[in-house]
């Protein structure tokens, strides 16, 4: 992802009736050239100019692709690792490496209480009924969960963490968004204080 993608997508955005989405997207509010929505916990506001305000262009460009997407269901409750989902196979090591690893080091650094903290700062809840100790349901983007299953390490074995999607994330994201989501869910965490 870079700087002249942003660009294009945003005039890919331009182009659209926001209105058309809103329903399909969750969007809080939209018009024809204005909508907002729910990103990591809080309220932002997307125009023909600007997505924000105060998100980096990293996160600008999630939003974007998230807006511009195909998705048109509501999540159907279904969780799935990422390896089952549409092209997951691929960048499933990846998703491994960027987000479920650095998630369990998390857990580790900050510990129940100080982690479950700063999930819900991001609009996350405890899901239950899961077999891991911790299980923590957060939607980065209105239609996209994601369901984090921590198990704490002991004296041998560190923690351990795992994210499930549902199944119709790939609607809204492509793979490689997805695990681009995971990170950018990550830094939030380690800055919600």
């Known amino acids: 992802m870079d700087i002249y993608q942003f660009l294009s997508e945003s005039a890919e955005l331009s182009e659209k009736d926001l209105r058309s989405i809103r329903n399909p997207l969750g969007l809080l ?37 998230y807006l511009l997407g195909n998705g048109t269901s509501r999540p159907s ?25 650095p998630l369990a080091t998390l857990f580790e650094t900050y510990g129940t209480e100080t982690f479950r903290n700063r999930v819900e700062k991001l609009g996350g809840r405890t899901a239950a009924g899961h077999v891991a100790p911790l299980a923590l349901e957060v939607f980065p983007l209105p239609q996209v969960p994601l369901l984090m299953l921590v198990w704490p390490g002991d004296a041998e074995f560190g923690a351990d963490a795992k994210i499930l999607l549902d199944e119709t994330s790939t609607s809204f994201l492509d793979v490689e968004s997805l695990i681009f989501l995971g990170e950018r869910l990550l830094a939030r965490l380690e800055d919600a204080a």
Request: aromatic share 8%; proline share 3%.
């Open 29 to 65: 509010s939209a018009s024809a050239g204005t909508c907002s929505l729910m990103f990591m916990g809080r309220e932002i506001q997307v125009n023909r100019e600007t997505v924000g305000p105060g998100l980096d262009p990293w996160d600008q460009i999630l939003v974007l692709r």
């Open 77 to 101: 409750g279904v969780w799935k690792a990422f390896r089952d989902l549409k092209d997951g196979t691929v960048k499933a090591e990846g998703f491994r490496k960027e987000c479920e690893r």
